[in-house]
């Protein structure tokens, strides 16, 4: 893959994606709650990604929804002058599913495949029908802060799996949407698989897909602490891994900070109810994408340090009071 | 397009699709109510539906969302077993935007192109945020009736339009679904137009293409009114056509009943915010249908009429008690 590092960016697209953000299941929703959207969060979120996309101050809502309570539509329409242009730049959405989707898709054994048992193909429904519930929410959270945000659900747009790798994906609809000036929103979903029937499609391993194939600038991904620790971070001498080395062969290892007497292996904790696995596969998705030469940011949600990874500044040079861990490509 | 009458069916699946299914934007939201679905008609038609697709008479729900004002989710996992098979026969379910989308699409003008601008922008993703709110709310109702449905939103599934005529459909995504036993649900949507940028893709429009390419047994229009009138429904004296022939050459006349001084010309309302055109394009979509040799039913949702044209009993014979049109081939 390294011979691939410095290539050009997909000729299906007339400009390179500047950024693909993961919006972390556990950031933007309440993870002890079930099927609870984080509102404060996905509101701060939101702002910033709008800040970083669209470099003018104004905006207006693109969200027309029925206002609750009332029979009125939130609608300003004649704020839209000809002038308030949206020449965002190419992001692509990506979220996880946080307290959406993982009930129903461990309850019914999704992940596992066997589409000919009922409980599995109910299972399927009812585990998209959470997934997409939590995806028209955040399009519609993006929306309301001016970003043109278009959700795109892996299932429906032709992502599929054989043996739990990606068999297939309609990127051609993805960057269609993106040279039309709009901003992809995809998610974790059920799909359907060649050899086992169906299984869960996680967000982390369709950034890894969209990430090989679109060559964004960065990936960033927008998570519930401040980056990736030594131990977990709930315990009180945790570390946070300001940098980290990814080589050729994959294997990885801590630049920043040096520690004496650091654990070698750094452990890692999963929820019980993580159907895709926690920072085990986050690590190794974002050491993946590291090796195509693309700078990864882990960084706590909604905080002036994700500001700065989702800006690309971090790109140059990563202050020292800069919380969050990069992940990077070394010979 | 005669030759094509008696074609046998779409090589790609393995038995031919039963029946598509239109549920019209009248019947199943409250058309003089912003963004309101009609939950009554909603929840009858998803159940006729069932009871039309699944021959037992046993059912469990398959949405399993949290139920509003709790914290529990609504799933009945341990009713699953495996004797409770979804032999489900093929159905394609299409609805159209009622009060949802209209608003937003007309207001932007949407339907006209013009994607530079940004209204129309902004109007591009209010329209899709209605409609695939609408989109999930139908899902969400056919599966708590035990229906394995699952969205498919046509601007995600690579639907686009060419000077407003369909340019590309991703209809393998679609005949994938029904061949893994679900029932896929598609709509009226926003869509990118290769001339003027983007357009309104109706789901009358839909449902001419899937059933010049999957060929099912009849088609079912569920609306608000009785069937096709001589004038409009709301007039005393309103007939209701009870049988069109259409002709190879697109033509149609009424056959049945045989009326004294009718007008030849059949009398169109068409609501002034509906941007996709009301009866008329549903007519003349029915009579390209019919001339595939595919029989059409236009029938009032949610009554004992809409049930025996779900279930094609009425391809045998129409009973004299049945009110609805019928819209058949003649050669």
């Known amino acids: 893959m390294a011979s691939n590092v410095n290539e050009t960016n997909n000729a299906n697209l007339t400009k390179p994606i500047r950024c693909i953000v993961k919006l972390g299941g556990a950031a933007i929703t309440c993870k002890n709650e079930l099927e609870k959207i984080n509102e404060e ?16 101050e104004n905006f207006v809502s693109m969200d027309w929804s029925r206002i609750p309570g009332t029979s009125e539509i939130a609608c300003n329409v004649d704020s839209f002058g000809d002038q308030l242009r949206f020449d965002a730049s190419k992001f692509v959405i990506v979220h996880g599913a946080g307290s959406f989707g993982h009930f129903q898709a461990s309850k019914s054994g999704v992940h596992k495949g066997g589409m000919d048992r009922p409980l599995v193909k109910a299972g399927f429904v009812a585990t998209r ?40 994906a309609d990127l051609p609809a993805v960057t269609k949407a993106i040279e039309s000036g709009f901003i992809p929103v995809l998610h974790g979903d059920a799909v359907l698989d060649d050899l086992q029937g169906c299984t869960i499609l996680s967000g982390d391993v369709i950034i890894r897909h969209l990430a090989a194939h679109l060559k964004p600038e960065y990936v960033v991904f927008l998570t519930d602490v401040f980056g990736v620790y030594d131990r977990p971070p709930t315990e009180p001498d ?25 654990n070698k292996q750094v452990e890692i904790t999963v929820a019980a109810h993580d159907t895709t696995g926690g920072m085990v596969t986050k690590i190794a998705e974002a050491a993946m994408i590291a090796k195509l030469g693309i700078d990864v940011y882990i960084v706590k949600a909604a905080t002036s340090h994700s500001l700065k ?11 020292d009071d800069w919380l969050g861990t990069v992940i990077r490509f070394t010979r």
């Open 309 to 319: 990874a989702l800006s690309g500044e971090l790109r140059g040079n990563v202050p």
């Open 41 to 56: 969060n996905l509101g701060i979120v939101s702002s910033q990604l709008r800040q970083t996309m669209v470099s003018s």
């Open 238 to 262: 945790a570390v946070l891994l300001k940098e980290i080395a990814v080589r050729e062969d994959g294997s990885w290892s801590v630049m920043k900070p040096t520690l004496q007497g650091m």
């Open 129 to 168: 029908i959470s997934v997409t519930t939590l995806n028209l929410e955040i399009v519609r959270a993006l929306a309301r802060a001016g970003i043109p945000s278009i959700g795109m659900s892996p299932f429906s747009c032709g992502w599929s799996t054989s043996g739990r790798n990606i068999a297939s």
